[in-house]
């Protein structure tokens, strides 16, 4: 069986300042990791993906992760937030093994302030 | 290149009536996935299809849900008798063929209300 967690609910922070939007994960295998964002009444947005290859993965909207196998983490960062950032973040994780089921974190509220 | 489609975005149903939720994937996309998100909550998986086969569908209800994606038109989600415990957000999503297409694309969501 696979889980994400997502141990903050609500992140806050500073106009400008560093974000981080921390997810870990439990898988039997390799993980296909994932970023998706929610705004409000609106589906999910893709973010950035992890595969294989460099730790250290560049997304949309000046946002990446960095997988940490030893640690089982992606955590989500970006070097300076912006209020239009404040969303409903998601971590989800898949297997290599072809079943494609996305299991996803229970979210979390990113609210950047002015 | 339209995004995927869902539609309604809003449905209100009775107890005990029928919710037929629809989902045209992107151009090119052959596999289809239904999620569930309820208030406050992550998605949880429900069904993964391809063209006129079920793929997966470890996390559909026993009763009551059932889900196809038939040679031409979109995919259908349908709930027999709704209760007000079905009431959600249920998601579509799609991906393109091919053993590397693994990123999902999302629809904006059909609210369930049951009333």
Same mark, same amino acid.
């Given at each position: 069986a696979q889980s994400v967690a997502q141990p903050e609910d609500q992140v806050n922070v500073a106009e400008g300042n560093p974000l981080t939007v921390k997810c870990t994960y439990s898988v039997s295998g390799n993980p296909y990791l994932f970023w998706y964002v929610q705004y409000p009444n609106r589906g999910l947005q893709f973010l950035l993906k992890y595969?294989?290859?460099?730790n250290l993965v560049k997304g949309s909207y000046g946002f990446e992760a960095e997988f940490n196998k030893s640690q089982t983490s992606f955590h989500l960062k970006k070097p300076s937030a912006l209020v239009s950032d404040s969303a409903l973040y998601f971590c989800a994780v898949s297997m290599?093994?072809?079943?494609?089921a996305l299991t996803f974190g229970s979210g979390t509220r990113l609210q950047v302030q002015p | 290149n339209a995004g995927v489609m869902q539609n309604p975005r809003h449905l209100v149903r009775r107890r005990g009536q029928e919710a037929r939720l629809r989902c045209s994937p992107m151009k090119g996309h052959s596999h289809v996935y239904w999620y569930r998100q309820l208030p406050e909550e992550g998605l949880k998986f429900m069904v993964y299809l391809q063209k006129e086969n079920i793929?997966?569908?470890? $996390?559909?209800?026993?009763?009551r849900f059932s889900a196809e994606f038939p040679k031409e038109g979109p995919s259908i989600l349908r709930i027999q008798q709704?209760?007000?415990?079905?009431s959600a957000a249920y998601f579509c999503a799609s991906s393109p063929p091919g053993? $590397?297409?693994?990123i999902q694309y999302f629809g904006a969501g059909t609210r369930l209300s049951v009333l």
């Open positions: 595969i294989t290859g460099d290599d093994t072809g079943r494609r | 793929i997966d569908e470890s $996390g559909m209800p026993k009763e709704v209760v007000r415990g079905d053993q $590397g297409k693994v």
